[in-house]
C-alpha cells in the first residue's frame, strides 16, 4: 500500500490549523508579547531597513506588538501579492488596505512604490507547521518559496524567519527541493535558530 504525501501534507495542515484556531484569545495576546520579544532578540534582527511581517488570518500568530516595537531605523512592510511573486509596501496601523484574491489585507499602493524582496532586510513569515531541522509547512501555494527563490545558494539578508505558536512544531515535515529554507522560527517560548545546519 502506497502512501500519498499529498494526502498527509493536507491532513496535517488541516490539522495544525485547527490547533492554533483552538487556542483562546488570552494565550493569544499573552503570545504576540513573547513572541515579539524573541523576534526582537534574534542575533542578526536588524536596527534599519525594510522588515516585513505579515497580516494574521486563520489563528495565525499575530505581529502588531513586534511591529510596534521595531526600532526607529526599521521601516515595516506587508506583502503584496504581484504576478507569482511577493513584492512588499510599507504600511502603519492607519494606511488603507485592500483584500487581495486570498481575502488576506494588503496595502493599498501602486505598483510603482512596492519594493522587491531582495529589497527587504528581514522577512517574518507564517507558518502552519515547522520541524526541528527548519522544514516548514505553508498553505501550499509556494510564494515565499518563489519569491525568496534567490536565497537558495546564499545566506540572508534578506533573513527569512517563521512565526508560529509552539504547539505548531511537528515531529519531521518533508522539504522539497524548491523550498527556500527559514534561517530562523521564533514561537512564544523559545528560538530555532537554523543557520548552522549543513542540511534543510
Excluded at 526541528?132 to 546564499?154: E, I, K, N, P, T
Aim: glycine share 8%; with cysteine.
Amino acid at each position: 500500500m502506497t502512501v500519498d504525501h499529498a494526502v498527509l501534507r493536507r491532513q496535517l495542515r488541516s490539522e495544525l490549523r485547527q490547533r492554533r484556531r483552538a487556542l483562546p484569545a488570552a494565550q493569544r495576546i499573552a503570545a504576540a508579547e513573547r513572541l515579539a520579544d524573541n523576534l526582537l532578540a534574534l542575533p542578526f534582527a536588524p536596527t534599519q531597513g525594510y522588515v516585513a511581517g505579515y497580516w494574521a488570518m486563520d489563528g495565525e500568530i499575530a505581529l502588531h506588538v513586534w511591529q510596534l516595537k521595531l526600532p526607529p531605523g526599521c521601516v515595516y512592510c506587508l506583502p503584496v501579492l504581484a504576478a507569482d511573486r511577493l513584492r512588499f509596501a510599507p504600511w502603519r496601523p492607519c494606511d488603507p488596505l485592500i483584500s487581495n484574491a486570498y481575502g488576506i489585507p494588503e496595502p493599498e499602493v501602486e505598483s510603482g512604490s512596492l519594493l522587491d524582496a531582495e529589497q527587504m532586510t528581514l522577512v517574518v513569515a507564517p507558518l502552519v507547521g515547522f520541524d526541528a531541522r527548519g522544514a516548514r509547512l505553508g498553505m501550499g501555494g509556494g510564494w515565499y518559496d518563489r519569491s525568496f527563490a534567490f536565497r537558495q545558494d546564499r545566506p540572508g539578508p534578506p533573513w527569512l524567519v517563521g512565526a508560529a505558536f509552539s504547539i505548531q512544531q511537528a515531529d519531521s515535515l518533508d522539504s522539497a527541493d524548491w523550498d527556500v529554507g527559514l534561517d530562523a522560527v521564533c514561537t512564544e517560548s523559545t528560538t530555532h535558530d537554523f543557520r548552522n545546519l549543513s542540511a534543510r
